[in-house]
Each structure stands twice: as C-alpha cells, then as structure tokens.
C-alpha cells in the first residue's frame, strides 16, 4: 500500500455555513481535529443562498451572460465564506490561512461554467499548511492557463475536496452536509428511508446521476480513481456513522437493490419517423451537446420500413434549447414529427447486486403496476433500472419501491 | 510634453452602482465611449452597502479579523461589480473583461488593510484591452508578493483609477461619483454650497485630510506625482462640469478661500504637566503609531517651569486604544495626568491664495465667534486654518464661514 498523508480533508457545503452562526460551529469542530494534534485541509461552498443571490443579479442584467464574468462572479461566494471560516478559527485559537482556488493552485481545463480539475500544486498547498492548523480552500473554482477564474459546475466543491484528498493521498475525504448520510431514498419523500452504512463508487454513480443530490458524481468519479474513500457525514450530528463511498461495499451484501433514486422534473422529445440510417444518432445529438443540452435516457425503436422513433430526456429547462438544436437538423435527418412532454420525471432503483439478476426488473415493473404507475420509458445499466413516469407518480413510486425492495428503517 | 495616451480611465463609486438599474446606467455611459472609437479602463467601487455587509459578518464573528483574511473577504464586493458590469457591457454590444486586482498586475506593499500600491504591470494590461472595448478593474485591492489579497484602505478605488492613469500614462483620470463634483463645503450641510470648477492638488489634499469625502488623499498624492488631471464629475448629471483636480487652479484664482470642510467628530486626548525634554514627541507618537492610532491636529504649549501641556486629536473610534498607549508610557515620559473629550468636531478653511494672509485666520475666528462657537484648539498649514471646536458647533460652523469667505451660489 502507498503511504497515505495524516492530513484530514473535509467539505462543508453551503447550508453547514448558512449564517456565521453555523460557521462557528463548523470551526468548533475543525478546532477539535487541530486539538487531535492534526492539520486539516478544509474546502468549502459558498454560505447558504449566496450564489442563488448572485445569479438572481445575473439574471436582472442578462440571459446570456459570458462564461468567464459568470465564473469570477459566483466565485466570490466561497472566497467569502473561507475567509469568515478562518476568522472564526483564529478565535479559538487555531492557526488558518484562506486560499481562493488560484491561491490554492487549483488548475482547470479553459471550460467556464464546467471546468475540470487538471493539476493541484499541491507542494505550495503544504508549505503554506500550518502544523496542527489549517488551510481553508474556497471550493468550485480553479484558474485556466490564462489566470482567469473557472468554476466546475454546481456542486462542484465536492470535486475539489475529493480532488484535494487524491492528490494530497489522504486515504478519505469528508464531505459534512445537513444529512446524515447517503439514504436509500429521499427522505423528504420517503420517511422510511434510512441512511447506508457504505455504498460502492459505482452504485453511487448511478444514484448520483439519476437524482440523488447529496454528492456530486464527478466527486464520485474522482474518487474511485484515486481510490479515495468518501465519508459523508452529518454537520449537526457529527456522531452518527454516516456513509462510506469506497471500492466495495463491505457490509449489507445481502441486500442487492441498495437505493431507489428520482427526479422530480424531466421532458421528454420524441422523434418521428427517423431515417434509420448509420450515424444518425451522432448526427442528432452532435448539435444538441454544441447547444449544452445534455441528454439523459435515450431510448430508439426498432426499425420499420427504414424509419425509427428515438426518444429521450432532457432537464426541463432544456427543452427549448434542445428543440431548436433538432429542428434545425430536422430536414437532415428526415425527422418526421417532433412531439414533446415536460411533466414527466424518474425513478431509479440502484444496486451492484442486481447484474443478471431478472427479478429486480420485473418486481420494479410489478410495484409501479400495482401503485397504477404508468411507465413511459424504461432504461437499464448493468446496476441501474430507470423507469420514466408521470411528474405526479414520482412520490408514490418512490415510496412503494422502498418498501418493495426492503430498503425501509426495520 | 511626454506622449499621452488615448485610453479612458474613469472609476465609478459603489453609490453609482448601488443597484443593477445603476449598473446599467453605467454600462450606457461607458458604452458611449465606445462607440466613439476609444478604448477605455474603468474602476469599480463594490455595489453600495455590500462592504458594510460584509463587515457586519465579520464583526458577527470576531473584534480583530487576521488583515489578510479581512482583505481576502473585502476584495470580493469589486469582483462582484466589475463582473455584472462587464455582463452588462457585453449586452449592449462592448467588448469588456473584469479583472480582478490580481489579475490586473496591481502590486503592492505587504501591509493588509492599508497596502500601498507598487508596481502596475501594464504591459499585461495592454494585452487584454480590447479596441474600442474596456476592461473593468476591480478597484481598492492587489496582491502582495506572497500572492496574497490585500485592500488599499476605504476609498481606495480612488487610488488604484488615479494609479491606473497615471501608469497609462493618461493625461485624466476621471472619477464618477453622486455629487456634481468638489463643493465648498458639504451641500448636505450647507445648501448653499457650489461645486468647484477647479482646485490645486494642494488644496484638494487639505481639503481630503480634513473631512472632505469625495476624494481618497492617497488618489490625490498620486495624481499630483505623476501629473494626472483628477476630473470628479456626477454620475447622474454627466453633462455638469464637475470639478478638476491639477496642477495649478487656473479659474477664479482671485479668491483666495476655497472651501470650507470639517469632521463632525475627533476626540482630543490632553497629557498635562509633561516633562519638556528632547525627544518626549517622538517617545510619544512611536507607541501611538505602533497602535495603529493616526493622530491629527497636534498642539503643545509653550514649556513653565520644564513641564507643557501636549493636546492631540484622533478619530473617536480609536479614542480607547490611543489612551492605553498613551498610558503605557505615561511614567516613562513623566505624564501627570491625562484627560479626555470625545465630543469635538473640526472646521477648516482652506486656499492656496491664504498664505501669508493673515487677515483670513481673523475672518475666521470672527466669524466663528459672532455665531457663538468657541475654539478649542486651533492649527494651521500654509494653505489651511482648522479650529478644533464643539460637535454641536460643527454645522453652523460651516454655514457661517461659507458666508463670510463668499463661497456661496452667487
């Protein structure tokens, strides 16, 4: 085994530093690791409702603001929330330094609004890394070869504490939020939902990707590649055991569905009468990635007669850019009719377990039949079915399918 | 004459942008410049209150914020502004980048809260300034050389445009403010009150260090060094003709009483029976500067018997730590006794034309006592007569010798 750094690495997302009174707290517990004798090397998001502050400004000014002046704009929500942060630790006593991501040598790919994380000095993280103290890194930015600020996208700052943990090769990283967990549901829907004690990377994935918001997936992404354990884990309840992201998931086997996922909000565009001709696909969704759309379950039928129907989802404040970008290749690709649905949504039902397993399929079927679920769309992966439904069947079905797939509080 | 560039560079205060309706404002004012064919540098001031907002959090936390972390946290509000003010450039068609002050090359001093500028890498300027386009540089902050944010001090936009000018090599540098340029006294106060068409750098940094708050001292300084026409004009009322800062007040040279300015409020500290030996000044101030006290008017009496009287001013606010430095010395320097008044105020009249004049010291203390106020304290420059005098007194103070030196509407 590689020798793995006793720095900790931790993330407090934005409702963890909603007011400076959360703030003290979160330095209350950051004092503790230093009071433990180790430094600690805490990335955090912008406080509370302070970059929805900032894109209700943008929005009084512009719809279509430049990526480069969106990016130094939302930036500053975290530069300000990890300079109060490091305040309210130097009152206890704790030695901190703030780093914006340029300071923290943070380097992105020139993508604004949705950079990646390329390079992370991290030799000028350590020099500056006081013994036994801390260094606070604003979180979801970094700086392209041009100096100028990028952001990687909402949630974001999970990927920079992950980020930070790999290259630093600390063996976890903690993501603290206002949770206790990862949940097999959401339990704002689902009451019964209960926390996960652990959960592979790539169960994770799936969930992160068909809805669960606790964790952003590039985050997950990052550490299954560098093989760092993500612990989630609760701000206000920091002594709960929380959930443990990590290669495989070591306990609860038996259970092969482990989480049941949803998004309340998809639209679907269906097209008609497609020449089901080679390359069409690429065709088709080369302009919709070049408008930003990105597209979610695709589903295309069997062909007839040399004609298709394709369909599949997009977020519904997508549709119009989506349907733009297929109509003008609409004559191209001999698209007869395109039809679309804004009020549908997703349920998922997610575990490693269930590769070549049937009976998952047909029992997730079977629940929503008998909930009177009318599925629209299915789509699967090896450890994922997605069913699309109706926007007004996504609670029901989620609640059925916990109890379902026993995934409920015992 | 040296060469003189033909960027504009103008800075526009944080009452300017206060809203996004004012930032629009703006963005057709520069725009304008624009569409004649230059290319311009604009300095912003952070949107109306968000640095006192942004201080609240701050005092919600701790008395004494690390300098570094309070300038980390500050910067933020011009970052804030210059991007929505590029958006809202862009909108109307101008080719505009933001650049923060690192971005922008601003070197200076390592001294948080009060850096001093050093350096402006223009070149790198240059570079990025787009024909007949703008840059939007985030005003009152830079870096130090450990790649640290650091803060000019409040109106320090004011610098960092005159600076930016200066370092152009532009022959003006124009400061966009609420009011339609430097009155003779504050119109707030005294209604009569008319803007100036011009004024001397002497006179104007006289006229900044004794309460005038339409221009930073420090943008004075350097416009004077290098030369740099300062033109304070309205924000809201363009076409008025504002006031210009240079060399020599070329207008109304006849009048010889420029302007009237005070502080509602300066705390006196009175040490008495102070032995009278060499040296017993600087043994003085050196621990009130270490304290971060600027002390104002000072005034010591003539030595009896080997003791005098020294009597000093400071701002209120810094009343307590002036007195505990005062007090660490006190049996060093042979302080009998040390007393306070924490409720007076300042006049001034101010004109380079006063010099050797005796007759306008007369004028003043006359008039003064005509309404009723007594004089506490009295200094004086080449240029400037201030009378330390009750805060109460201050506004009729002003009112009367605004009369009495005929610096009134006519």
Chains 1, 2 share one sequence.
Request: negative net charge.
């Amino acid at each position: 085994m590689s020798q793995r750094s006793q720095v900790r690495v931790r993330k407090y997302g934005g409702s963890s530093l909603a007011t400076t009174g959360h703030i003290e707290r979160v330095a209350e517990q950051i004092s503790q690791v230093c009071a433990d004798g180790l430094s600690a090397v805490v990335v955090v998001s912008a406080m509370g409702a302070t970059t929805d502050q900032l894109v209700a400004m943008v929005s009084e000014i512009t719809d279509h603001p430049s990526g480069r002046e969106y990016d130094a704009l939302l930036s500053t929500g975290e530069i300000v929330s990890s300079a109060l942060l490091s305040m309210a630790l130097h009152k206890r006593g704790v030695e901190a330094l703030s780093l914006s991501g340029a300071q923290a040598g943070i380097k992105t790919t020139a993508m604004f609004r949705d950079a990646r994380i390329e390079n992370i000095d991290i030799r000028k993280l350590l020099e500056r890394l006081p013994d036994r103290g801390c260094l606070i890194i604003a979180g979801f930015q970094g700086v392209n070869e041009n100096q100028d600020t990028t952001t990687l996208g909402r949630g974001g700052s999970d990927t920079t504490a992950v980020a930070l943990a790999a290259a630093l090769n600390a063996d976890t990283c903690e993501i603290f939020t206002d949770v206790a967990g990862v949940y097999t549901s959401d339990p704002r829907i689902c009451p019964l939902a209960r926390p996960l004690l652990d959960i592979s990377y790539d169960e994770m994935l799936e969930m992160a990707t068909t809805g669960a918001g606790v964790l952003h997936p590039r985050a997950v992404e990052v550490g299954q590649d560098y093989d760092v354990t993500i612990h989630v884990r609760s701000t206000i309840d920091p002594e709960s055991a929380g959930t443990l992201i990590r290669k495989e998931a070591l306990m609860e086997k038996e259970r092969k569905a482990r989480a049941v996922t949803h998004q309340l909000k998809v639209a679907k565009i269906t097209l008609r009468g497609l020449e089901d001709q080679p390359g069409i696909a690429a065709k088709l969704f080369e302009p919709l990635s070049d408008a930003g759309v990105s597209v979610d379950t695709i589903v295309q039928n069997a062909s007839v007669e040399g004609k298709t129907d394709l369909t599949f989802t997009v977020t519904p404040n997508l549709l119009e850019e989506a349907v733009e970008a297929v109509k003008v290749a609409q004559t191209t690709l001999g698209i007869a009719e395109v039809i679309t649905n804004p009020d549908l949504g997703t349920v998922s039902v997610v575990g490693s377990g269930m590769t070549n397993s049937p009976g998952y399929a047909a029992r997730m079927f079977r629940t929503l039949t008998d909930s009177d679920v009318n599925i629209d769309m299915i789509s699967t992966s090896d450890i994922r079915i997605t069913c699309v439904v109706r926007s007004e069947d996504v609670e029901k079905s989620v609640v059925a399918l916990n109890a379902a797939f026993d995934l409920g509080i015992d």
